[in-house]
């Protein structure tokens, strides 16, 4: 998929973007451990599609729906995180670590950004869980 030229235009400075693309992330993951489902209705794209760990796809009603429902896991924490701008798009993949009933597990994750209309929207996320060895 190739770029106008107005799109390039576009596209936010790149420290700019790993900056405010971090702050996302945090954000992200803060609205996670808080079920802030309003926060994710503002900030996903409403062609917004997540593929859990369990290979499922859900679009944003759906995500919505289980982020207001809780995260079920406690003790949230994240690093590893990675931003890659690539013009108005950029790839933030990191990793979540957490316990669920009391035993640790942790999901990598890859967050697809776009920038629309003045502000970065996730336009798709992709989960994996991180085996245990």
Known sequence: MSQTSAELAAAPDEADAVRELHELNA??????????AGWYGEHLADDFVCTGADGCRIGKDEFLRQA??????????YDEVDVHP???VALVHGVTNYLRHGV???????????F??????????QLTTVSRR
């Not at 207001?68 to 924490?77: I, Q, W, Y």
């Not at 629309?116 to 996320?125: H, N």
């Open 68 to 77: 207001a429902a809780g995260p079920g896991v406690s003790d949230v924490s």
């Open 27 to 36: 954000q992200y993951i803060r609205a996670f451990v808080e079920s802030d």
């Open 104 to 114: 640790p597990a942790s999901t990598r994750y890859t967050d697809v950004w776009q």
């Open 86 to 88: 690539l013009g108005n």
């Open 116 to 125: 629309r209309d003045g502000g970065w929207q996730a336009v798709a996320a």
